[in-house]
């Protein structure tokens, strides 16, 4: 690897300074004179019909400048998920409808001067609900004679919705059944994941007005600004020219702002007041009315030969998409592309039903269907390597992918049709393996007498994968600019959402121009300025995006090596670029400034270049995750005190922000494994709409963090770069769970691993 | 929030409080006192008229009095957690079990008074309190009356001040003798609403037979309450494992726990039995019995 | 209209505020342009709304604003010395413990606190310090460091003694 100067250094935030001093930098730092609040009223029905809904009150009141039904504005079938078109999701969404399909689902719009206001104006909407069945149980929702939750006659592309069938995906490589009679040892187990919410601290806000043009500008907190303009364009009936997007800073969005939640109702509001109008998610409507990941069960069975080669396996998930079918196929189809090929079993099969219910919408959140898929595999894989009495580390091994190999099944399994065989270019996973086993003292551990003391010890492994970017689909563009002074604006559509995403593209751009950091003055997500992205999701922004700037970078290069070879007298080729100056074979050089000068006032020229970049490969980040458990046998307190992360990234443009990105991600998965769940009453209703009910992690809580970034220089990425980050959330669940086998010998195959599951298992196990 | 409040007192005494409260109660509509604010904005009443607030009262204190300890009803959580004379008052346990409560900021915001006439069942401080005998000050129309805290709390939410106003809590001083506390508090994570609360105190003799014992239990029925039947068996027997096992089973029997998202009612009745044997157990060791 | 003025100090500057009587303290803050107090949960569990109030950290979406008359306030607005950054941001930006930047300001503000308190935790006191502010995109492990360094850079001096909080006015 060559010296670099900007790519791999552990800089700070380009926007650092701003959000430690808490300028103003967010959607709701910002004084619109005339502004309105909008409110939404959700549902108190999990499924009803509106038979009557009567807006007389609340138009009268005081302060209310618009309300809106159904019948207000136009009915479009769409999808909120925010994905490249055309999107794989069903059209089953409407901004508003006469159904409502889920406690908290859109019944009405208002805009008032105040919150009070809206609020009251909220409740002097007089409705009557024709109350119909809920439909809550994601096994029984297929049944016959269940109510069909979407029996609406506009919506597409639901698979069979009077089965309340959103969706599935069958597809085989090779045969299981072929596969299973070479087995020596078949384990077919079942494993439930739950709904877990975002809880993003920043809530979905979206604020809307007419310019002076009559323009509609959406500023929002969004992962995807591009996709955002397309559907409320689409949805409101208006041209996307007559549409700007700015995405300001975010509060966080895990996936949960991968989806155009508010953007529509708000516009809609703007539209009919003429004024600007802000909608901003309280706690509470977050929980109910924003969107969780995917619940799943899945059913697994796994055929190895007694020397434990992996033969054969077959997965099998039903999965609730709750009343609408965003991300319903693609989050269901990674659970099957990118957990299944990360063992070379020749035969792997992948049966998935996606069920509506009438509970809270399920959407895109980090791992995308991949939590779910390694909870149950990892476990599976260790349940066999325990039983085959392998060391768990060498039985993974042995049957992982590896440098070279193709991954066939992710070609059978694209987002939503035929997707791209991927080809494994890099692969660290040994690597993360023995260096994690390592930190985390795997043999001292595992080989540790168990001891009969209140407390019990044990550690645990899993091995997973992700992608980086959705092959053949997901798409960049980058755009830079020289000025006078020798820095360059640099344009992309990628939205960082916290992630840090505008330094490290920053970084890529200074590298490649041979300039500083502060050169770069990047400017992202604006519908109007910035060229497109798709947006932050699939884990592509360095891959994907950053490769758009450096290939816009590299031209931008060319075009100053131009310049500066009449300046220099040389040929182009001759010249390097480095230290913010560009050098000549005998040692003479120009600085950029001299350059850009040279080319506004000499040649009248603005120097400037853009390129698009997309990938026809995902090229997989792999991670090994490590927990050490402590049990509590008299409370079934399950403690963590060491989870050890090592994962292969291809290369760390920003080594601080990639550790970062692993350590958020491990906190929100060890929420998911040991006290996170979206809880429903028996009406559907969400029952912990608060975080003193729904527990994520605080800072007492987080066990010693080991992060280890492994690189392996990915020839499709930028500088080598892969992704990181979503993979390191995959694994702490499995390992986790495979820690607590460990410690006291049960396995936990539903998430999440609750106290009074641990004692119950425990008395059970005593009483045997 | 709380658009419709038409006024917001802050009286600097007792007297005036009273009088206030009253006239805005005679104007109509409904309203509160308000001191931290911790529950009160929490529970959201958007129908609230008028409130009362508390804490430009002299009644942030911790004091000596005669017979025991005085605690005025502002008195913050945080200031109850650091307090030196709590701390060194029956094992700590009103200052450890302020310091359970919520996060830093709502410490410094919570007061001791609002934390009792909230009333959930769940109280942090609620088992120690009543482990020590503690009484509550209530001033009203009439004077002051002082209700002794297991008659204090009525049901969820629902105590015995009857629109009076809570100005101090009263801790008796411990009788003298070999005697030990503890306080426990089972969350589902380190910062959390308890799953189950418990104290316990015991009063020992000479002989290690146990004269007086005290045990309390918080979020397994719709009032923290005194496990009275394990406190009797525990009396007149020698403080050892099998008198604390079977303390803990009658604990755990008088619990009458619910099923909610922190837990299931079966789970809570099981920690019931564990942390008054911890508790009791953590009593044994600071008194110097082993067992 | 309200005739209800709170006087009140931010940020070192008098202000005067004309407040409805049930107006919230967060709320009456980001009105007066202090945009960096942000609106997380409105339950006094995420502690973004976090700021000082006679030097202790409060969660300002559980006070009433006329429950501050009289008293000082510290924001994130009143952290830097213009643009000399507290040990603790320059910590917070040197290790990475800023990613979507919404808690920080209430991190910076109870870590500063804390170390005007306890000069040299321990990472214990660190993270109860922290235990009223929820991030969702650092797992806290960053934000530890960074207040651990910045407390080890800093030149030894005695702590203020605890606070105790005035009972009344």
Same mark, same amino acid.
């Given at each position: 690897m060559s010296e670099r100067n900007v790519v791999g250094r552990r800089v700070r935030k380009v926007d650092g300074v701003k959000l430690v001093t808490g300028?103003? %930098?967010?959607?709701?730092?910002i004084e619109l004179p005339g502004l309105l609040i909008g409110k939404i009223l959700g549902s108190p029905h999990a499924h009803a019909r509106i038979r009557r809904i009567d807006t007389r009150r609340a138009k009268a009141?005081?302060?209310?400048?618009a309300v809106l039904t159904y019948k207000d504005v136009p009915r479009v079938p769409h999808t909120t998920a925010g994905q490249a078109w055309p999107e794989p999701s069903p059209y089953d969404t409407y901004m508003l409808d006469s159904k409502v399909r889920f406690v908290g689902d859109r019944v009405a719009a208002v805009a008032a001067e105040t919150r009070a206001i809206a609020e009251e104006a909220l409740r002097r909407i007089d409705v009557d609900y024709e109350i119909l069945p809920a439909v809550l149980d994601m096994e029984h929702?297929?049944? /016959?004679g269940v109510a069909v939750?979407?029996?609406? /006659?506009? *919506?597409?592309?639901?698979?069979?919705p009077k089965r309340n069938l959103a969706g599935d995906i069958h597809k085989e490589l090779g045969s299981v059944a072929e596969g299973f009679k070479q087995a020596d040892l078949i384990l077919e187990r079942e494993y439930r994941t739950p709904r877990q919410?975002?809880?993003?601290?920043? /809530?979905h806000i979206v604020i809307c007005w007419l310019d002076a043009d009559d323009r509609l500008i959406i500023r929002t907190s969004t992962q995807i600004p591009f996709h955002v303009r397309r559907q409320v364009a689409m949805i409101l009936q208006i041209?996307? *020219?007559?549409i700007r997007v700015i995405k300001p800073r975010?509060?966080?969005?895990?996936?949960?702002?991968?989806?155009?939640?508010i953007e529509d109702i708000c516009a809609a509001l703007a539209l009919a007041t003429r004024r600007p109008v802000k909608i901003e998610y309280t706690r509470a409507e977050e929980f109910h009315m924003a969107r969780t990941r995917h619940p799943q069960r899945l059913r697994l069975k796994m055929g190895v030969t007694k020397?434990?080669?992996?033969?054969a396996h077959h997965m099998k998930v039903l999965a609730a998409t709750g009343a609408y079918g965003s991300h319903a196929t693609t989050v269901q189809g990674n659970t099957g592309s990118k957990v299944? /090929?990360?063992? &070379?079993?020749p035969n792997l099969k992948f049966d998935c039903d996606i069920v509506y219910l009438n509970a809270p919408q399920a959407g895109a959140f980090r791992g995308y269907g991949c939590p779910q898929g390694f909870f149950a595999q990892e476990s599976l894989v260790d349940e066999i390597a325990h039983e085959l009495k392998m060391d768990p580390i060498e039985f993974r091994l042995k049957n992982a992918i590896r440098?070279?190999?193709?991954?066939?099944l992710s070609a059978e399994l694209g987002e939503g049709k035929k997707g791209l065989p991927r080809i494994i &270019? *890099?692969?660290g996973l040994p690597e993360c393996l023995s260096k994690g086993a390592a930190a985390i003292g795997w043999k001292e551990k595992r080989d540790a007498p168990r001891g009969t003391g209140r407390l019990r010890r044990g550690v645990g492994v899993a091995c997973t994968m992700q992608g980086?970017?959705?092959?053949?689909v997901d798409f960049a563009g980058a755009f830079l600019k020289i000025n006078e002074d020798g820095s360059f604006n640099l344009h992309v559509g990628a939205t960082d959402l916290g992630t840090g995403s505008d330094t490290v593209l920053a970084q890529i751009a200074a590298e490649t121009l041979g300039?500083?950091?502060?050169k770069i003055l990047i400017y992202s997500s604006d519908t109007d300025f910035t060229p497109f992205d798709v947006g #932050?999701? %699939?884990?592509s922004t360095t891959i994907i995006s950053g490769g758009a700037v450096k290939k816009a970078a590299e031209k931008t290069r060319d075009q100053v090596c131009c310049f500066a070879a009449k300046m220099l007298e040389a040929?182009?080729?001759?010249l390097t670029c480095k230290d913010d100056r560009v050098f000549g074979p005998s040692g003479k050089s120009v600085t950029m400034s001299e350059v850009a000068m040279f080319a506004f006032? &000499?040649?009248?020229?603005?120097l400037m270049e853009g390129a698009s970049h997309f990938n026809t490969d995902s090229p997989p980040p792999f991670c090994a995750t490590f927990a050490e458990v402590e049990v509590d046998?008299?409370?079934g307190q399950v403690r963590v005190p060491h989870l050890v992360t090592a994962v292969?990234?291809?290369? %760390?443009?920003?080594p601080m922000q990639a550790e970062g990105q692993v350590e958020g991600a491990v906190a929100q998965g060890l929420g998911y494994t040991l006290a996170e769940e979206l809880v429903l009453d028996g009406q559907g209703?969400?029952?912990? %709409?608060n975080f003193c009910d729904y527990k994520i992690f605080g800072a007492k809580d987080m066990p010693k963090l080991t992060t280890i970034l492994v690189e392996t220089?990915?020839?499709?990425?930028?500088?080598g770069a892969k992704s990181i #980050?979503?993979?390191?959330?995959?694994g702490v669940a499995p390992a986790v769970a495979n820690a607590v086998f460990n410690a006291i010998g049960i396995r936990f195959r539903?998430?999440?691993?609750r106290p009074d599951a641990v004692l119950a298992a425990l008395h059970a196990q005593g009483a045997k | 929030m709380f658009d419709r409040i038409r006024a917001f007192h802050r009286p600097t005494s007792v007297a005036q409080a009273l009088r206030l409260f009253e006239a805005e109660r005679r104007r109509g509509g409904r309203g509160r006192w308000v001191a931290g604010g911790t529950d009160l904005v929490v529970q959201?009443?958007?129908?609230?008229r008028w409130l009362v607030d $508390?804490?430009? $009262?002299? $009644?942030g204190y911790v004091r000596r009095v005669r017979g025991g300890w005085a605690i005025g009803a502002t008195t913050h959580m945080a200031e109850i957690e650091h307090s030196k004379t709590l701390l060194a008052l029956a094992n700590g346990i009103l200052a450890e079990a302020a310091g359970t409560c919520g996060s830093r900021q709502i410490r410094n915001m919570a007061t001791i008074g609002g934390n009792l006439a909230n009333a959930?069942?769940?109280?942090?401080?609620a088992p120690p309190l009543l482990a020590l005998d503690a009484s509550v000050v209530i001033a009203g129309r009439g004077g002051r009356r002082t209700v002794p805290l297991d008659r204090f709390f009525r049901g969820v939410n629902r105590t015995a001040l009857n629109g009076g106003l809570l100005v101090e809590i009263r801790v008796p001083a411990?009788?003298?003798?070999k005697a030990a506390w503890s306080y426990q508090k089972l969350g589902?994570?380190?910062?959390?609403?308890?799953v189950v609360n418990a104290s316990a105190g015991v009063v020992l003799d000479e002989r290690g037979f146990c004269t007086r014992a005290r045990i309390a239990l918080g979020a397994v029925a719709p009032t923290p309450l005194r496990a009275r039947r394990a406190e009797a068996l525990l009396?007149?027997?020698? $403080?050892?494992g099998a008198a604390i096992d079977a303390a803990a089973d009658q604990a755990a029997a008088e619990a009458k726990p619910v099923t909610d998202v922190r837990g299931t009612a079966e789970y809570r009745r099981a920690m019931c039995r564990v942390l008054v044997s911890r508790a009791l157990e953590e009593c044994a060791r600071r008194v110097g019995r082993s067992l | 209209m309200s005739d209800l003025i709170v006087h009140v100090t931010v940020n070192g500057e008098a202000r005067r505020w004309r407040v409805?009587?049930?107006?919230?303290l967060l709320d009456v803050l980001r009105r007066e342009g202090?945009?960096?107090v942000k609106r997380g949960?409105?339950?006094?569990?995420?502690?973004?709304c976090a700021v000082l109030l006679d030097g202790e950290p409060i969660? @300002? +979406?559980?006070?009433?604003?006329?429950?501050?008359?009289g008293r000082e306030l510290l924001t994130i607005e009143g952290v830097a010395d213009g643009e000399k950054l507290h040990p603790v941001q320059e910590a917070f930006l040197d290790h990475g413990a800023?990613? +979507?930047?919404? +808690?920080t300001p209430a991190m910076v503000l109870c870590a500063k606190e804390l170390l005007e308190r @306890?000069?040299?935790?321990t990472e214990a006191e660190v993270r109860e310090a922290l235990s009223g502010v929820l991030c969702? +995109?650092?797992?806290y492990k960053k934000p530890v460091e960074a207040i651990l360094a910045a407390a080890a850079a800093a030149p030894k001096t005695r702590g203020k003694t605890a606070r105790r909080r005035r009972a009344a006015r």
């Open positions: 300028k103003t %930098a967010f959607t709701d730092d009141l005081h302060g209310v400048h929702a297929m049944d /016959p939750i979407h029996d609406e /006659p506009d *919506s597409t592309h639901i698979l069979d919410q975002h809880a993003m601290i920043e /809530p041209p996307v *020219s007559r975010i509060g966080g969005g895990f996936g949960g702002k991968q989806e155009m939640v020397d434990g080669t992996m033969v299944l /090929p990360l063992y &070379r079993a440098q070279g190999d193709t991954d066939l &270019r *890099s692969c980086s970017g959705i092959a053949g300039v500083s950091l502060d #932050a999701y %699939a884990s040929a182009p080729e001759e006032y &000499r040649e009248k020229t603005q046998t008299e409370t292969d990234l291809g290369v %760390a443009i920003n209703r969400v029952a912990n %709409a220089e990915e020839p499709l990425g930028p500088y #980050a979503e993979v390191p959330i995959n539903k998430l999440p691993i | 959201r009443e958007r129908t609230l $508390l804490t430009c $009262l002299p $009644l959930s069942p769940a109280c942090d401080l411990p009788p003298k003798g589902r994570l380190q910062s959390d609403i308890a009396e007149g027997r020698r $403080l050892d | 409805e009587p049930g107006d919230l202090l945009w960096g949960c409105e339950t006094g569990e995420c502690g973004a969660n @300002s +979406c559980l006070m009433f604003a006329a429950q501050a008359d800023v990613q +979507c930047g919404y +808690c @306890s000069p040299k935790p969702r +995109c650092t797992g």
